[in-house]
């Protein structure tokens, strides 16, 4: 069983840089890990994707261009570089593991392992 726990988060101000990592411990995982966040009063929502053993990455659109997925295939850790935070991107942000296929990246139902999420907070 796959386990994954969030660190990183934290109060930043707007314009400023964070990085939220994502540790996986257990069997060897699937093809995708991904970030989701969900924002007060919000539906939880896709961030950036990673293709584990291939190293592609994927973007939701509000993202593209600041923020960058990667991972350590050696310290099984998968991390979010976030710059030029906006208040808009205050949320809890969450680790998934578990994803198999290209077309299910993105699908929060195709995620079997969720961490308890981290918090990032962006001040104006």
């Known amino acids: 069983q796959v386990q994954v726990v969030e660190s990183g988060g934290g109060l930043v101000k707007a314009g400023g840089s964070l990085r939220v990592s994502c540790a996986a411990s257990?069997?060897?995982?699937?093809?995708?890990m991904a970030w989701f966040r969900q924002a007060p009063g919000k539906e939880r929502e896709f961030v950036a994707a990673?293709?584990?053993?291939?190293?592609?990455?994927y973007y939701a659109d509000s993202v593209k261009g600041r923020f960058t997925v990667s991972r350590d295939n050696v310290k099984k850790t998968m991390y979010l570089q976030m710059i030029g935070l906006k208040p808009e991107d205050t949320a809890l942000y969450y680790c998934?593991?578990?994803?198999?296929?290209?077309?299910?990246?993105?699908?929060?139902?195709?995620?079997?392992?969720w961490g308890q999420g981290t918090q990032v907070t962006v001040s104006s």
């Open positions: 990673i293709a584990w053993y291939g190293g592609t990455t």
């Open positions: 257990g069997r060897t995982f699937s093809n995708y």
């Open positions: 998934a593991a578990g994803a198999t296929y290209y077309s299910d990246y993105q699908k929060q139902d195709k995620y079997s392992t």
